[in-house]
């Protein structure tokens, strides 16, 4: 069956429990499984360019994310990503590396961790991790005026782009929040951006809101073993359908 590609998103690799947090030990379990179940793990950029160019993606492939650029992701998940020979992208927030996450809008129950610094940034770079920018301040693009969010979103690539000196093609909405004018400030800049809706990618997805998979849904169960089957597929499914649900009985709220 073919189910389409997950693009997994991870944002802190910690204990604290919280809901942006996957354990460490949980983490690597994950990461040995897509290893044991022979999945290739491509990069987001070859995601995108398979899909802009209409090209079959390989069999068995899945995209590997970070959001915000936690400190753990260095200390914890890199190790890891680096034992498989596995590739990922993060989503930095310029504005904010080497300090923390205690960025405006920042809900009070996540936890305040530090973020990566740009040397440890370098380091990933140059040993197969990818960075795409997700503005300079975790800002909800969605109510800034257009050329607040230009600038928001502008500087957070050319920022990356001087660190780095590498040319950074993605991007990812900080909330999942945009508007049609952001989409086109966002197609002028970039390759290709990710979404949190909660779905598979495939090669009709829309390259600017690239749907993904929270592993929130996976970080206190072990469903993440049946990623070889269609149980994977219908739990999504439904987490997605419970999701939507939500949503529009909070909108209506
Ligand atoms: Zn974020």
Same mark, same amino acid.
């Given at each position: 069956?073919?189910?389409?590609?997950?693009?997994?998103?991870?944002?802190?690799?910690?204990?604290?429990?919280?809901?942006?947090? $996957?354990?460490?030990t949980?983490?690597?379990?994950?990461? %040995?499984?897509?290893?044991?179940?022979?999945?290739?793990?491509?990069?987001?950029? #070859?995601?995108?360019?398979?899909?802009? =160019?209409?090209? $079959?993606?390989?069999? %068995?492939s899945?995209?590997?994310?970070?959001?915000?650029?936690f400190?753990?992701i260095?200390?914890? !998940?890199?190790?890891?990503? /680096?034992?498989?020979?596995? $590739?990922?992208?993060?989503?930095? +927030?310029?504005?904010?590396?080497?300090?923390?996450?205690?960025?405006?809008?920042?809900?009070? =129950?996540?936890? +305040?961790?530090?973020l990566?610094?740009? #040397? =440890?940034?370098?380091?990933?770079?140059?040993?197969?991790?990818?960075?795409?920018?997700?503005?300079m301040d975790?800002?909800?693009?969605?109510?800034?005026?257009?050329?607040q969010?230009? =600038?928001e979103?502008?500087?957070? /690539?050319?920022?990356?782009? /001087?660190?780095? /000196?590498?040319? +950074?093609?993605?991007? !990812?909405?900080?909330?999942?929040?945009? $508007?049609?004018?952001? %989409?086109?400030?966002?197609?002028?800049?970039?390759?290709? !951006?990710?979404?949190?809706?909660?779905?598979?990618?495939?090669?009709?997805?829309?390259i600017y809101?690239?749907?993904?998979?929270?592993?929130?849904y996976?970080?206190?169960?072990?469903?993440?073993?049946?990623?070889?089957?269609?149980?994977?597929?219908?739990?999504?499914?439904?987490?997605?359908i419970?999701?939507?649900?939500?949503?529009?009985?909070?909108?209506?709220?």
């Amino acid at each position: 069956m073919d189910i389409g590609i997950p693009i997994l998103t991870y944002h802190s690799i910690d204990n604290s429990g919280s809901v942006i947090s $996957t354990s460490p030990t949980k983490f690597q379990s994950q990461m %040995k499984c897509l290893h044991d179940k022979h999945f290739n793990i491509i990069s987001l950029n #070859e995601m995108v360019k398979c899909i802009y =160019e209409r090209q $079959t993606v390989p069999p %068995k492939s899945v995209v590997i994310t970070f959001d915000d650029g936690f400190k753990n992701i260095y200390s914890t !998940a890199y190790p890891v990503l /680096k034992e498989y020979g596995f $590739t990922a992208t993060v989503f930095l +927030v310029p504005g904010y590396c080497g300090r923390n996450n205690q960025w405006d809008g920042q809900p009070k =129950e996540i936890p +305040v961790m530090d973020l990566l610094d740009w #040397e =440890e940034i370098r380091e990933m770079a140059d040993n197969s991790i990818d960075f795409g920018a997700h503005t300079m301040d975790h800002a909800d693009l969605s109510r800034l005026l257009a050329e607040q969010a230009r =600038e928001e979103i502008v500087n957070s /690539k050319h920022v990356i782009q /001087k660190y780095l /000196k590498k040319d +950074v093609r993605l991007f !990812a909405y900080p909330y999942g929040r945009l $508007t049609n004018e952001i %989409k086109d400030i966002i197609k002028t800049n970039f390759s290709g !951006a990710c979404s949190v809706k909660l779905d598979f990618a495939s090669l009709e997805s829309d390259i600017y809101t690239l749907p993904r998979i929270d592993m929130y849904y996976f970080s206190k169960n072990n469903y993440f073993e049946y990623i070889d089957t269609s149980i994977f597929f219908v739990y999504v499914k439904f987490r997605s359908i419970l999701r939507s649900i939500r949503n529009k009985v909070v909108t209506k709220l």
